[in-house]
């Protein structure tokens, strides 16, 4: 099913980018089904944006915000809130749903504090 597809795709995908992090983001950032790019993408850019914050920083900006961009918004967040909580804070800003915009800013100004 395009489910179990969708499953695997992900599953491998984040894998690839725990070892592989450009390769696996380049691949999934040409990927020409939309809908299967943002999703597969948070679980890359968590690893991505650890080492290149810069590059995922630009893919995320040729987006507009969105429901759709809300998990990868989130994912760069948290990989970056160390090297970068002021970065992380304005990008955790452009999530779209509320709950999920209050908890990723809490969850960074908690870190910060430690």
């Known amino acids: 099913s395009p489910a179990e597809k969708q499953l695997a795709l992900s599953a491998l995908t984040n894998q690839w980018s725990q070892r592989h992090s450009a390769e696996a983001f380049n691949w999934t950032s040409q990927l020409t089904d939309e809908s299967l790019k943002l999703t597969l993408m948070p679980g890359v850019l968590k690893n991505f944006a650890l080492i ?25 967040a948290k990989a970056i809130q160390f090297t970068n909580p002021a970065a992380a804070l304005e990008s955790a800003t452009a999530i779209t749903d509320p709950n999920l915009r209050q908890v990723t800013i809490a969850s960074i100004q908690r870190n910060q504090n430690r």
């Open 52 to 76: 290149h914050p810069g590059p995922a920083a630009d893919w995320l900006n040729q987006y507009q915000a969105s429901p759709a961009m809300d998990a990868s918004i989130v994912a760069y």
